[in-house]
Structures are given as C-alpha cells and as structure tokens.
C-alpha cells in the first residue's frame, strides 16, 4: 500500500510538472531557453512509455505518459508559435 | 524481449532528453525560461521513482531516474547561477 501510493506520487510529479512549464510559457511568451532536442527526446520517450504501460496494462504508466505526452507537445507547438513571432517582429524591424 | 527492448528505449529517451537541455544551457547561459516550479516537481518525482525502483530491485526504472535525478539537479544549479550572473550584471548598470 505504502509503496503503491510512493509509484503514484511519483507519477504525479512526473507528470505535473510539465504544468508550470505550459503556464510560464503562456506567462512570458518566451521558450527559447526550452531545448527543442530534449522536448523532442521526451516526445519520443513518453511515446514509447505509453505504448509500454498498455501493453503491460499498468493504468499508472500508461496514464502518466500520455498526460506527459500531451503536455511535451503542447510545450512544443507553444514554443514554435513564440519562435515565429519573434522572427515575424524581427523581420518587421 | 521486444517490449523489453521498447522499455529500455523509452527510458533512455526520457532520461538523456535532459543532457540537450544542459548543454543548450552551457552554450546560450540562459535558463531563465525554463519553468523553476518544474525542476522542483521533476527532482521530487525523480527521487520518489528512484526510492520505488530500488523497491522494486528493478535496475531500470532506479537506474533512469537517478540519472534524470542528476540532470535536474545540475539544470536547476545552473539556473541559479545563471540568474545570479544576470542580477549582478544588472546591478553594476
């Protein structure tokens, strides 16, 4: 029990932390210092994470990474979108 | 052995996705976008994970997360320092 409740603290955390990342993004509109080759890695990992967990039918696995999953994209897609624009203002200079 | 293989895949993909970002780090001296409040959840999580690997005597997920666990905590030094260097840089202006 003890340790059941540890895995799914565990995961929470993980999982979660992506959160505050997405909120100081949309907070800043900045990204840049973000790595696109780590959330890339990430993306792929959390991929594979998630076809792990159903194959092994563990709900906690398969649920953290694909809240994980969906949170590395989000992430992704925000920080091209910043990229763009500041590109976009650049190029109006 | 496939899904074996997969897993491991997984994990090293979740686990070395952290060395670009510190890398990214060295090169640009910038952290400042990366989400503080993450780092905290990620090095909370990654030591639960690896107190349940050890649990668990399983080598893979004890293994990968204490390497995540040392790339956090590296990621989140090197924050602090880079925001210092800019707070003082601002302080002498």
Known sequence: MFWSV???IAAICT?????????????????????PTMLTLLLVGCSLWLTYGIHLKNPII?????????FVITIL??????????Q???DHR
């Open 62 to 70: 398969a649920l953290a990474n694909g809240f994980t999953l969906s």
């Open 15 to 35: 999982t979660v932390g992506f959160i505050p990342q997405i909120i100081r993004g949309i907070q800043t509109r900045e990204l840049r210092d973000v790595s």
């Open 88 to 90: 976009e203002r650049n």
């Open 6 to 8: 540890l895995g799914t």
């Open 77 to 86: 897609l925000m920080r091209s979108l910043y990229k763009k624009r500041t």
